[in-house]
RNA sequence: GCGCCCGUAGCUCAGCUGGAUAGAGCGUCGGACUUCGAAUCCGCAGGUCGCAGGUUCGAAUCCUGCCGGGCGUACCA
């Protein structure tokens, strides 16, 4: 169905070819735009483009234009120098656009325009040596959010997730715990189990300050584990056990899942014999010690190595297997991975490998690269104790809300605090995370996430639960049937319904630049304009029972458009709050 | 050195494929609760869009060069 929008554009398109044979657009190419003030109109085309093929100035085919469209529409059509604006007749709008959100349902603003395109999302992709940290948690939200996204437009998405579970770095956090450990487990010091392997895992670093010999020993137990040894495979799987039930535990509180769960000790050998093809097909080559390579220098990518000489395998080595087996299990068109820029050189390298071996799909893997979280004093360091655990900061963000909820005496109209404080501090994490275009670093405020002034995810929230008071104070829905929406005329009104069907373009934006933020942002606007609207106006208070029953049935659509925002941007609903 | 990314108000960020006077939030200051939830709303102040060229009727947006910052350039993942 066509906006208001497209509307416009085709009549202006119209009008332009009719005087003049040389244009070369299509209406879909007709800017449009906002007029800098109200009260010029609601919509503005600029005629710039066309001062060519008519050879006349804007200024002159505004005016051309917007009386020949005059003539014959209820719209209006001033012409402001080069610009048309256009004032809408807003009877039909108002009632189109709010019986489409009703009809439509928590569907409004979604599309069909990707139907039939099978995307695979990678995404969050943990250690099995430690807990997630705020790294993580912007990783997660991007990929939960883009996935919502791109099915809203149509497409047939699955969420996969890579566990790292093998390699030098999980054997350190096994050494530790066999030679310190004293067979303790999480149960008995009473701890989330992933923090548990993840405390050996700093352990082991403390260790190997004062034991040269420990990185040795280290090594020696992956040599091990790869010959299958059975003492360490099952310590192994006890570890990552342990660490895969609290990584799972967090994606839980914060709303992430996966369709399907890969881990790199299951794929990390196929990788091995698409290398060996490679050589025979060319694309590789063996030197003299037995290491296999690939030469990307035409393409100023370097050399990079794909096997060492005693066969062990790589990282790139890994994904080149994994991506061919996903292709297998499940043939997609598009493959996201979501992972951080500073991997952005790997994954060039790993699709020009794969391209030349000879996968079209190829060409249609995308890295959704995204920025670092630094805190306001600066980098996230390991090695410092300075990375941000995803656990307690979430466990913090929930204590604050649950301390301003006590504040704000909302406790007697709140049935689970424990629950809405989780809630609360979700949509403030998630908001402030996605709000950030991806590809730029930022830096995460803990305290300004947590103020839940201003522009956060508490905002929305409250405004959702303010609607929802009203509804309850009314008492039922506005009655559907009758309702007149010719009485909602004043410029709040109009401002709420053009933003509302403004919607479904903001799902298609985000889609295609696979950027959240697109959706945080409409959001803002939509709940900052009704919380103008709620303050301006009485909604339930006037004498004309008409007109009360007409605002009560916007308020309603708006909920409904509020409620669509939020599952694509992990925002949770509340009732109350 | 080379490659990729970033540089917009004191701070954190928007600004779509170039388009009318560059916008929010926080913070500062000043207003608005006997009225649908004040986790709210309204207002004031705050900018040579890193710098310099270029393309264009028109540049925060595109191109080039410089300056500043980040990341990468491992037989780590």
Not at 4 to 21: N, P
Not at 213 to 224: D, P, Q
Not at 503 to 523: H, I, K, L, M, Q
């Amino acid at each position: 169905m066509d906006n208001v929008k497209d509307i416009l554009r085709k009549k202006i398109f119209s009008a332009v070819s009719s005087i003049a044979d040389n244009i070369d657009s299509k209406p879909e190419d007709i800017v449009v735009e906002t007029p800098p003030k109200p009260e010029l109109g609601d919509y503005a085309f600029p005629m710039f483009p066309f001062a060519k093929a008519l050879r006349k100035s804007p200024v002159q085919i505004a005016s051309q234009i917007a009386e020949m469209l005059s003539a014959d529409d209820a719209n209006s059509y001033q012409a402001t120098g080069p610009y048309i604006n256009v004032k809408i007749k807003r009877d039909s709008v108002v009632s189109d656009t709010l019986r489409q959100v009703e009809e439509e349902g928590d569907r409004y603003g979604f599309s069909n325009s990707r139907s039939g395109e099978k995307i695979m999302l990678e995404f969050s992709c943990p250690n099995t040596n430690k807990p997630l940290h705020l790294g993580h948690l912007r990783n997660d939200s991007l990929g939960e959010s883009v996935s919502r996204i791109l099915k809203a437009n149509g497409a047939d998405v699955k969420k996969v997730n890579l566990i790292n579970d093998r390699g030098i770095h999980i054997c350190k956090s096994m050494l530790a715990y066999k030679e310190l450990g004293n067979g303790t487990t999480p149960e008995s010091e009473n701890m989330k189990s992933d923090h548990f392997v993840g405390k050996y895992y700093v352990e082991f670093t403390n260790l190997s300050k004062q034991d040269e010999k420990a990185e040795e020993r280290a090594r020696e137990m992956l040599v091990k584990w790869e010959k299958g040894d059975e003492e360490t495979i099952k310590l192994w799987k006890q570890m990552n056990r342990w660490t895969i039930d609290g990584v799972n535990e967090t994606y839980e509180k914060t709303g992430i899942s996966f369709d399907k769960v890969y881990y790199e000790s299951e794929t990390y050998a196929s990788g091995k014999e698409e290398v060996l093809k490679g050589i025979e097909k060319g694309v590789f080559y063996k030197d003299e010690k037995g290491t296999v390579w690939v030469d990307l220098e035409d393409i100023n990518l370097d050399k990079k190595v794909l096997l060492r000489a005693d066969g062990t395998s790589l990282y790139l080595t890994q994904d080149l297997g994994t991506a061919i087996k996903r292709h297998g299990d499940w043939p997609f068109e598009t493959l996201i991975y979501v992972v951080a820029s500073e991997q952005q050189y790997h994954f060039k390298v790993l699709f020009e490998v794969l391209s030349r071996l000879g996968y079209k799909w190829a060409e249609n893997l995308y890295h959704l690269s995204y920025g670092m979280v630094n805190l306001p004093e600066g980098k996230m360091k390991s090695r410092e104790g300075t990375v941000v655990d995803a656990d307690d900061l979430f466990a913090e963000l929930a204590s604050m809300a649950k301390n301003e909820i006590i504040e704000k005496e909302r406790a007697e109209f709140i049935d689970d605090i424990e629950d809405t404080s989780e809630k609360i501090a979700l949509s403030a994490l998630n908001y402030y995370l996605l709000s950030t275009n991806p590809t730029k670093d930022m830096i995460f405020n803990p305290k300004e996430s947590l103020s839940f002034n201003g522009n956060t995810g508490p905002y929305l929230q409250y405004m959702g639960a303010r609607i929802v008071s009203i509804l309850r104070k009314f008492g039922r829905n506005a009655d559907r049937a009758s309702v007149d929406t010719s009485l909602l005329k004043t410029d709040d009104e109009w401002d709420l319904i053009k933003m509302i069907g403004a919607f479904s373009d903001v799902v298609e934006e985000a889609g295609r630049e696979y950027n959240p933020a697109s959706v945080t942002s409409y959001t803002y606007e939509l709940a900052k304009r009704f919380s103008k609207y709620y303050h301006d106006v009485q909604i339930l208070n006037n004498e004309d029972s008409n007109l009360v029953e007409a605002r009560v049935y916007l308020v309603e659509m708006v909920l409904q458009v509020l409620k669509n925002c939020f599952s694509l941007i992990g925002i949770p609903f509340l009732e109350v709050m």
